[in-house]
Protein backbone atom coordinates (compact mmCIF):
# COMPACT_ATOMS: atom_id res chain seq x y z
CA UNK A 1 0.00 0.00 0.00
CA UNK A 2 1.30 3.14 -0.94
CA UNK A 3 1.69 5.90 1.65
CA UNK A 4 0.82 9.04 1.85
CA UNK A 5 1.89 11.94 4.66
CA UNK A 6 -0.64 14.91 4.87
CA UNK A 7 -1.25 15.40 1.64
CA UNK A 8 -2.71 19.04 0.77
CA UNK A 9 -6.44 18.69 -0.41
CA UNK A 10 -6.00 19.92 -3.53
CA UNK A 11 -4.59 16.48 -3.69
CA UNK A 12 -7.56 14.65 -2.24
CA UNK A 13 -8.97 13.73 -5.32
CA UNK A 14 -6.31 12.22 -7.39
CA UNK A 15 -5.58 10.17 -4.21
CA UNK A 16 -9.41 9.19 -4.54
CA UNK A 17 -9.17 7.57 -7.50
CA UNK A 18 -10.74 4.13 -7.87
CA UNK A 19 -8.94 1.48 -9.88
CA UNK A 20 -10.18 2.24 -13.91
CA UNK A 21 -13.81 1.00 -14.10
CA UNK A 22 -15.11 1.97 -17.82
CA UNK A 23 -17.14 -0.02 -18.86
CA UNK A 24 -18.09 1.37 -22.22
CA UNK A 25 -15.48 -0.40 -24.25
CA UNK A 26 -17.70 -4.07 -23.15
CA UNK A 27 -20.88 -2.59 -24.06
CA UNK A 28 -21.13 -3.06 -27.80
CA UNK A 29 -20.01 -6.66 -27.21
CA UNK A 30 -22.95 -7.21 -24.32
CA UNK A 31 -25.05 -5.39 -26.25
CA UNK A 32 -25.35 -7.90 -28.88
CA UNK A 33 -25.52 -11.08 -26.50
CA UNK A 34 -28.27 -9.04 -24.93
CA UNK A 35 -29.82 -8.40 -28.11
CA UNK A 36 -29.05 -12.52 -29.50
CA UNK A 37 -30.95 -13.06 -25.90
CA UNK A 38 -33.93 -11.14 -26.81
CA UNK A 39 -34.37 -12.31 -30.31
CA UNK A 40 -33.72 -16.62 -29.43
CA UNK A 41 -34.33 -17.19 -25.75
CA UNK A 42 -33.72 -20.41 -24.66
CA UNK A 43 -31.53 -21.56 -27.43
CA UNK A 44 -29.28 -18.38 -27.17
CA UNK A 45 -29.00 -18.34 -23.46
CA UNK A 46 -27.76 -21.79 -23.50
CA UNK A 47 -25.21 -21.07 -26.60
CA UNK A 48 -23.78 -18.36 -24.60
CA UNK A 49 -23.90 -20.76 -21.21
CA UNK A 50 -21.60 -23.50 -23.27
CA UNK A 51 -19.62 -20.77 -24.46
CA UNK A 52 -18.63 -18.98 -21.42
CA UNK A 53 -19.32 -21.33 -18.77
CA UNK A 54 -18.27 -24.53 -20.71
CA UNK A 55 -22.22 -26.13 -20.15
CA UNK A 56 -24.85 -27.28 -22.95
CA UNK A 57 -27.39 -29.00 -21.48
CA UNK A 58 -31.52 -27.77 -22.26
CA UNK A 59 -32.08 -27.96 -18.35
CA UNK A 60 -31.59 -24.73 -17.52
CA UNK A 61 -33.90 -25.01 -14.30
CA UNK A 62 -32.78 -26.66 -11.04
CA UNK A 63 -34.27 -29.65 -10.74
CA UNK A 64 -36.15 -30.64 -6.79
CA UNK A 65 -33.79 -34.02 -6.89
CA UNK A 66 -30.64 -31.45 -7.50
CA UNK A 67 -31.71 -29.57 -4.66
CA UNK A 68 -32.00 -32.33 -2.61
CA UNK A 69 -28.74 -33.69 -3.05
CA UNK A 70 -27.32 -30.35 -2.75
CA UNK A 71 -28.85 -29.71 1.06
CA UNK A 72 -27.33 -33.50 1.98
CA UNK A 73 -23.77 -31.78 1.28
CA UNK A 74 -23.74 -29.41 3.15
CA UNK A 75 -22.40 -29.55 7.02
CA UNK A 76 -25.01 -29.24 9.73
CA UNK A 77 -22.17 -26.35 11.34
CA UNK A 78 -23.00 -23.94 8.29
CA UNK A 79 -26.60 -24.94 8.37
CA UNK A 80 -26.68 -23.69 11.48
CA UNK A 81 -25.00 -20.66 10.91
CA UNK A 82 -27.07 -20.09 8.21
CA UNK A 83 -30.12 -19.99 10.02
CA UNK A 84 -28.69 -17.30 12.37
CA UNK A 85 -27.97 -15.27 9.23
CA UNK A 86 -31.43 -15.29 8.31
CA UNK A 87 -32.90 -14.89 11.21
CA UNK A 88 -31.02 -11.90 11.96
CA UNK A 89 -31.15 -9.90 8.47
CA UNK A 90 -35.11 -11.05 8.74
CA UNK A 91 -35.65 -9.22 12.15
CA UNK A 92 -33.30 -6.19 10.82
CA UNK A 93 -35.36 -6.05 7.52
CA UNK A 94 -39.33 -6.94 9.18
CA UNK A 95 -38.29 -3.11 11.39
CA UNK A 96 -38.00 -1.53 7.59
CA UNK A 97 -41.81 -2.19 7.09
CA UNK A 98 -43.78 0.90 6.51
CA UNK A 99 -47.05 2.14 7.94
CA UNK A 100 -49.61 3.66 5.27
CA UNK A 101 -49.41 7.25 5.45
CA UNK A 102 -53.00 8.75 5.79
CA UNK A 103 -52.87 13.10 5.98
CA UNK A 104 -56.03 15.21 5.93
CA UNK A 105 -54.11 18.02 3.73
CA UNK A 106 -56.93 20.65 4.36
CA UNK A 107 -60.40 19.83 5.05
CA UNK A 108 -62.11 17.66 3.00
CA UNK A 109 -58.53 16.53 0.69
CA UNK A 110 -57.55 13.41 2.01
CA UNK A 111 -54.13 11.76 0.95
CA UNK A 112 -53.09 8.33 1.49
CA UNK A 113 -49.24 6.47 0.85
CA UNK A 114 -48.80 2.89 0.29
CA UNK A 115 -46.25 0.50 -0.25
CA UNK A 116 -46.77 -1.97 -2.66
CA UNK A 117 -44.19 -4.99 -3.53
CA UNK A 118 -42.50 -5.23 -6.55
CA UNK A 119 -44.18 -8.52 -8.65
CA UNK A 120 -41.37 -9.97 -9.83
CA UNK A 121 -38.10 -9.50 -9.32
CA UNK A 122 -34.88 -11.23 -10.40
CA UNK A 123 -31.75 -11.82 -8.57
CA UNK A 124 -28.38 -12.87 -10.18
CA UNK A 125 -25.82 -14.54 -7.44
CA UNK A 126 -22.55 -14.66 -8.90
CA UNK A 127 -20.94 -18.12 -8.83
CA UNK A 128 -17.20 -17.37 -9.60
CA UNK A 129 -14.09 -17.63 -7.22
CA UNK A 130 -15.95 -16.76 -4.30
CA UNK A 131 -19.65 -18.45 -4.78
CA UNK A 132 -22.15 -16.16 -2.61
CA UNK A 133 -24.16 -17.75 -1.17
CA UNK A 134 -24.72 -14.95 1.47
CA UNK A 135 -25.80 -12.73 -1.41
CA UNK A 136 -28.92 -15.83 -1.84
CA UNK A 137 -30.21 -14.37 1.87
CA UNK A 138 -29.10 -10.39 1.25
CA UNK A 139 -31.36 -10.34 -1.74
CA UNK A 140 -34.44 -13.01 -1.21
CA UNK A 141 -34.94 -12.15 2.71
CA UNK A 142 -36.45 -8.57 1.63
CA UNK A 143 -37.84 -9.79 -1.46
CA UNK A 144 -39.68 -12.39 0.72
CA UNK A 145 -40.64 -9.89 3.10
CA UNK A 146 -41.53 -7.40 0.89
CA UNK A 147 -44.41 -9.93 -0.95
CA UNK A 148 -42.68 -10.11 -4.44
CA UNK A 149 -45.02 -12.81 -6.06
CA UNK A 150 -42.43 -13.88 -8.33
CA UNK A 151 -38.88 -14.41 -7.27
CA UNK A 152 -36.22 -15.94 -9.88
CA UNK A 153 -32.42 -16.94 -9.32
CA UNK A 154 -30.10 -16.99 -11.77
CA UNK A 155 -26.20 -18.31 -11.20
CA UNK A 156 -23.41 -19.98 -13.30
CA UNK A 157 -23.17 -23.57 -13.48
CA UNK A 158 -19.95 -25.21 -13.42
CA UNK A 159 -18.80 -27.21 -16.98
CA UNK A 160 -20.74 -29.99 -15.28
CA UNK A 161 -23.90 -28.13 -14.84
CA UNK A 162 -23.72 -27.92 -11.18
CA UNK A 163 -24.50 -25.16 -8.81
CA UNK A 164 -22.32 -24.61 -5.63
CA UNK A 165 -24.26 -27.02 -2.97
CA UNK A 166 -24.58 -24.04 -0.64
CA UNK A 167 -26.59 -22.08 -2.99
CA UNK A 168 -28.92 -24.07 -3.51
CA UNK A 169 -29.06 -25.24 0.25
CA UNK A 170 -29.82 -21.40 1.20
CA UNK A 171 -32.38 -21.10 -1.46
CA UNK A 172 -33.92 -24.03 -0.80
CA UNK A 173 -34.49 -22.56 3.18
CA UNK A 174 -35.85 -19.67 1.77
CA UNK A 175 -38.44 -21.56 -0.18
CA UNK A 176 -37.24 -20.00 -3.83
CA UNK A 177 -38.50 -22.46 -6.69
CA UNK A 178 -37.38 -20.79 -9.84
CA UNK A 179 -34.06 -21.31 -9.73
CA UNK A 180 -31.83 -21.48 -12.88
CA UNK A 181 -28.16 -22.61 -14.21
CA UNK A 182 -27.30 -19.51 -15.83
CA UNK A 183 -24.77 -17.09 -15.73
CA UNK A 184 -23.21 -13.76 -16.90
CA UNK A 185 -24.25 -11.36 -19.51
CA UNK A 186 -26.74 -14.35 -20.34
CA UNK A 187 -28.72 -14.36 -17.29
CA UNK A 188 -29.23 -10.96 -17.01
CA UNK A 189 -30.72 -10.78 -20.55
CA UNK A 190 -32.93 -13.84 -20.08
CA UNK A 191 -34.72 -11.95 -16.63
CA UNK A 192 -34.47 -8.72 -18.56
CA UNK A 193 -36.28 -9.87 -21.57
CA UNK A 194 -37.56 -13.34 -20.72
CA UNK A 195 -37.17 -16.65 -22.49
CA UNK A 196 -39.44 -19.90 -23.36
CA UNK A 197 -38.51 -20.85 -19.32
CA UNK A 198 -37.11 -17.81 -17.43
CA UNK A 199 -39.64 -15.12 -16.84
CA UNK A 200 -39.25 -11.45 -17.77
CA UNK A 201 -38.81 -9.55 -14.14
CA UNK A 202 -39.70 -6.09 -13.50
CA UNK A 203 -35.98 -5.34 -11.57
CA UNK A 204 -32.91 -7.38 -11.44
CA UNK A 205 -30.73 -7.26 -8.28
CA UNK A 206 -27.43 -8.41 -7.21
CA UNK A 207 -23.69 -8.43 -8.12
CA UNK A 208 -21.17 -9.45 -11.09
CA UNK A 209 -18.34 -8.95 -12.81
CA UNK A 210 -17.61 -6.29 -15.47
CA UNK A 211 -19.61 -7.96 -17.93
CA UNK A 212 -22.85 -8.44 -15.58
CA UNK A 213 -22.87 -4.84 -14.62
CA UNK A 214 -22.58 -3.44 -18.21
CA UNK A 215 -25.54 -5.57 -19.02
CA UNK A 216 -27.65 -4.54 -16.38
CA UNK A 217 -26.92 -0.81 -17.37
CA UNK A 218 -27.70 -1.54 -20.72
CA UNK A 219 -30.74 -3.35 -19.60
CA UNK A 220 -32.11 -1.04 -17.30
CA UNK A 221 -32.40 1.66 -20.35
CA UNK A 222 -35.55 0.63 -21.62
CA UNK A 223 -36.39 -2.98 -19.83
CA UNK A 224 -36.37 -3.40 -16.05
CA UNK A 225 -34.77 -1.46 -13.20
CA UNK A 226 -31.75 -2.54 -11.21
CA UNK A 227 -30.77 -2.63 -7.78
CA UNK A 228 -28.26 0.50 -8.35
CA UNK A 229 -24.71 1.00 -10.17
CA UNK A 230 -22.32 -0.92 -9.20
CA UNK A 231 -18.18 -1.59 -9.97
CA UNK A 232 -15.46 -3.13 -7.70
CA UNK A 233 -15.74 -3.63 -3.95
CA UNK A 234 -13.95 -1.20 -1.48
CA UNK A 235 -13.38 -0.28 2.17
CA UNK A 236 -11.94 2.58 3.92
CA UNK A 237 -10.76 2.23 7.62
CA UNK A 238 -10.45 5.69 9.89
CA UNK A 239 -8.21 5.04 12.58
CA UNK A 240 -6.94 6.51 15.57
CA UNK A 241 -4.28 5.39 18.09
CA UNK A 242 -6.73 3.68 19.99
CA UNK A 243 -6.97 1.15 16.75
CA UNK A 244 -6.17 -2.18 16.88
CA UNK A 245 -3.18 -2.78 13.93
CA UNK A 246 -4.22 -6.21 13.81
CA UNK A 247 -7.50 -5.66 13.70
CA UNK A 248 -6.98 -2.76 10.95
CA UNK A 249 -4.87 -5.34 8.67
CA UNK A 250 -7.76 -8.06 8.83
CA UNK A 251 -10.29 -6.04 7.40
CA UNK A 252 -8.25 -4.09 5.08
CA UNK A 253 -7.90 -8.00 3.60
CA UNK A 254 -10.67 -9.11 3.64
CA UNK A 255 -11.98 -6.69 1.01
CA UNK A 256 -8.86 -6.97 -0.42
CA UNK A 257 -9.37 -10.65 -1.38
CA UNK A 258 -12.53 -9.95 -2.99
CA UNK A 259 -10.75 -9.40 -6.27
CA UNK A 260 -7.69 -7.54 -8.08
CA UNK A 261 -9.55 -4.36 -8.85
CA UNK A 262 -11.06 -3.85 -5.01
CA UNK A 263 -9.54 -0.89 -3.29
CA UNK A 264 -8.87 -0.50 0.07
CA UNK A 265 -8.05 2.83 2.18
CA UNK A 266 -6.80 3.19 5.71
CA UNK A 267 -6.83 7.00 7.17
CA UNK A 268 -5.62 7.67 10.35
CA UNK A 269 -4.32 10.57 12.34
CA UNK A 270 -1.91 8.57 13.98
CA UNK A 271 1.58 8.31 12.56
CA UNK A 272 2.96 5.64 14.96
CA UNK A 273 -0.31 3.42 13.77
CA UNK A 274 1.16 3.20 9.89
CA UNK A 275 3.97 0.68 10.60
CA UNK A 276 2.08 -1.32 12.70
CA UNK A 277 -0.40 -1.98 10.59
CA UNK A 278 1.75 -2.71 7.49
CA UNK A 279 3.77 -5.18 9.38
CA UNK A 280 0.11 -6.81 9.95
CA UNK A 281 -0.53 -6.66 6.89
CA UNK A 282 2.23 -8.66 6.00
CA UNK A 283 2.40 -11.16 8.32
CA UNK A 284 -1.33 -11.87 7.47
CA UNK A 285 -1.34 -12.14 4.08
CA UNK A 286 1.49 -14.77 3.64
CA UNK A 287 -1.45 -16.93 5.31
CA UNK A 288 -4.55 -16.59 3.00
CA UNK A 289 -5.22 -19.04 0.33
CA UNK A 290 -6.25 -15.73 -1.82
CA UNK A 291 -3.13 -13.87 -1.17
CA UNK A 292 -1.82 -13.51 -4.89
CA UNK A 293 -5.64 -11.81 -5.17
CA UNK A 294 -5.27 -9.43 -2.05
CA UNK A 295 -1.41 -8.20 -2.91
CA UNK A 296 -3.11 -7.19 -6.45
CA UNK A 297 -5.56 -5.38 -4.70
CA UNK A 298 -3.20 -3.54 -2.80
CA UNK A 299 -1.30 -2.24 -5.26
CA UNK A 300 -4.55 0.08 -6.11
CA UNK A 301 -4.94 0.53 -2.51
CA UNK A 302 -3.42 3.84 0.10
CA UNK A 303 -2.74 4.82 4.04
CA UNK A 304 -3.21 8.60 4.14
CA UNK A 305 -2.40 10.22 6.87
CA UNK A 306 -3.72 13.32 8.12
CA UNK A 307 -3.59 16.34 10.63
CA UNK A 308 -7.08 15.65 12.73
CA UNK A 309 -10.25 13.81 12.87
CA UNK A 310 -11.93 17.00 11.08
CA UNK A 311 -9.75 16.19 8.12
CA UNK A 312 -10.39 12.42 8.59
CA UNK A 313 -14.47 13.29 8.32
CA UNK A 314 -13.99 15.33 5.49
CA UNK A 315 -12.29 13.40 3.32
CA UNK A 316 -14.31 10.36 3.86
CA UNK A 317 -17.41 11.91 3.02
CA UNK A 318 -15.38 13.11 -0.48
CA UNK A 319 -14.73 9.78 -1.34
CA UNK A 320 -18.35 7.73 0.19
CA UNK A 321 -16.96 4.09 0.28
CA UNK A 322 -19.02 1.16 -0.04
CA UNK A 323 -18.08 -0.23 3.44
CA UNK A 324 -16.87 2.74 5.92
CA UNK A 325 -15.09 1.29 9.31
CA UNK A 326 -14.56 3.50 12.00
CA UNK A 327 -12.06 2.40 14.97
CA UNK A 328 -11.50 5.42 16.74
CA UNK A 329 -12.17 6.23 20.66
CA UNK A 330 -14.86 9.16 19.94
CA UNK A 331 -16.59 6.61 17.06
CA UNK A 332 -20.35 6.99 17.60
CA UNK A 333 -19.51 10.91 17.59
CA UNK A 334 -17.88 10.81 14.16
CA UNK A 335 -20.01 8.20 13.00
CA UNK A 336 -23.10 11.20 13.10
CA UNK A 337 -20.52 13.28 10.80
CA UNK A 338 -20.70 10.97 8.01
CA UNK A 339 -23.12 11.12 5.09
CA UNK A 340 -21.88 9.41 2.64
CA UNK A 341 -21.34 5.42 3.09
CA UNK A 342 -23.02 2.48 2.04
CA UNK A 343 -22.73 1.04 5.46
CA UNK A 344 -20.52 1.73 8.46
CA UNK A 345 -19.22 -0.10 11.05
CA UNK A 346 -18.32 1.08 14.80
CA UNK A 347 -15.54 0.30 17.16
CA UNK A 348 -12.46 -2.09 17.15
CA UNK A 349 -14.62 -5.27 17.84
CA UNK A 350 -17.30 -4.61 14.41
CA UNK A 351 -15.29 -6.61 11.27
CA UNK A 352 -16.55 -5.55 7.78
CA UNK A 353 -17.26 -9.07 7.61
CA UNK A 354 -20.35 -9.23 10.03
CA UNK A 355 -22.27 -6.63 7.67
CA UNK A 356 -21.07 -9.14 4.72
CA UNK A 357 -22.64 -12.25 6.66
CA UNK A 358 -24.61 -12.14 10.03
CA UNK A 359 -25.31 -9.20 11.52
CA UNK A 360 -28.81 -8.69 9.97
CA UNK A 361 -27.78 -5.32 7.53
CA UNK A 362 -27.71 -5.84 4.09
CA UNK A 363 -24.48 -6.66 2.10
CA UNK A 364 -25.50 -5.03 -1.51
CA UNK A 365 -23.92 -1.90 -1.18
CA UNK A 366 -23.39 1.49 -3.62
CA UNK A 367 -19.23 1.70 -4.99
CA UNK A 368 -17.67 3.97 -6.96
CA UNK A 369 -18.57 6.67 -4.79
CA UNK A 370 -23.07 6.27 -5.71
CA UNK A 371 -22.80 6.00 -1.99
CA UNK A 372 -23.30 10.28 -2.43
CA UNK A 373 -26.64 9.65 -4.00
CA UNK A 374 -27.88 5.64 -3.12
CA UNK A 375 -29.15 3.82 -0.46
CA UNK A 376 -27.87 -0.24 -0.21
CA UNK A 377 -30.14 -2.63 -0.44
CA UNK A 378 -33.05 -2.72 2.24
CA UNK A 379 -36.67 -3.08 2.41
CA UNK A 380 -37.66 0.09 -0.17
CA UNK A 381 -35.68 -1.58 -2.46
CA UNK A 382 -38.19 -3.89 -3.29
CA UNK A 383 -41.06 -1.95 -3.20
CA UNK A 384 -43.20 0.95 -4.89
CA UNK A 385 -44.67 3.75 -3.20
CA UNK A 386 -48.14 4.72 -4.54
CA UNK A 387 -49.88 7.76 -3.71
CA UNK A 388 -54.37 8.23 -3.35
CA UNK A 389 -55.88 11.39 -3.08
CA UNK A 390 -59.75 11.76 -2.44
CA UNK A 391 -61.34 15.04 -2.80
CA UNK A 392 -65.33 15.56 -1.12
CA UNK A 393 -67.82 18.02 -2.45
CA UNK A 394 -66.32 20.03 0.47
CA UNK A 395 -63.13 19.97 -0.34
CA UNK A 396 -63.33 20.46 -3.98
CA UNK A 397 -65.17 23.99 -2.63
CA UNK A 398 -61.61 24.73 -0.76
CA UNK A 399 -58.97 23.36 -2.97
CA UNK A 400 -60.66 24.25 -6.51
CA UNK A 401 -59.96 28.04 -6.68
CA UNK A 402 -56.25 27.65 -5.76
CA UNK A 403 -55.72 24.64 -8.71
CA UNK A 404 -58.17 26.72 -11.11
CA UNK A 405 -55.76 29.68 -10.18
CA UNK A 406 -52.36 27.94 -10.62
CA UNK A 407 -53.70 26.10 -13.74
CA UNK A 408 -54.63 29.33 -15.50
CA UNK A 409 -50.92 30.83 -14.51
CA UNK A 410 -49.76 27.66 -16.33
CA UNK A 411 -52.15 27.78 -19.58
CA UNK A 412 -53.47 24.85 -19.01
CA UNK A 413 -56.99 25.24 -19.63
CA UNK A 414 -58.35 22.25 -19.76
CA UNK A 415 -56.99 21.39 -16.06
CA UNK A 416 -58.88 24.75 -14.71
CA UNK A 417 -61.81 23.41 -16.66
CA UNK A 418 -61.75 20.02 -14.84
CA UNK A 419 -61.88 21.47 -11.65
CA UNK A 420 -64.55 24.63 -13.07
CA UNK A 421 -66.97 22.20 -14.02
CA UNK A 422 -67.55 20.24 -10.90
CA UNK A 423 -67.56 23.67 -8.70
CA UNK A 424 -70.35 24.65 -11.05
CA UNK A 425 -71.90 21.43 -10.57
CA UNK A 426 -72.44 22.47 -7.15
CA UNK A 427 -74.08 25.63 -7.03
Not at 31 to 45: F, H, Q
Not at 159 to 178: D, F, M, Q
Not at 246 to 265: K, N, P, R, Y
Not at 367 to 372: E, I, L, S
Amino acid sequence: MQVFEYPPKQDWKELLKRPENDLSNLFDTVRDILNDIKNKGDSAAKAYSAKFDGYASDQLMVSTKETDEACLQVSSQLKEAIGVAKRNIEEFHKAQLSPEIRVETMPGVLCRQKSVAIEKVGLYIPGGTAPLFSTVLMLAVPALIAGCKEIVLCTPPNKEGKINPVILYTASLLGLKKIFKLGGVQAIGAMAYGTERIPKVHKIFGPGNSYVTAAKQLVSLKEVAIDMPAGPSEVQVLADESANPAFVASDLLSQAEHGTDSQVILVTDSEMLIPRVQNEINKQLALLTRKEIARKALENSRIILLKNTDEMIEITNAYAPEHLIISMRDHDEIADSIVNAGSVFLGNYTPESAGDYASGTNHTLPTHGYAKAYSGVNLDSYMKKISYQKITADGIKNIGPIIEEMAAAEQLEAHKNAVTIRLESLK
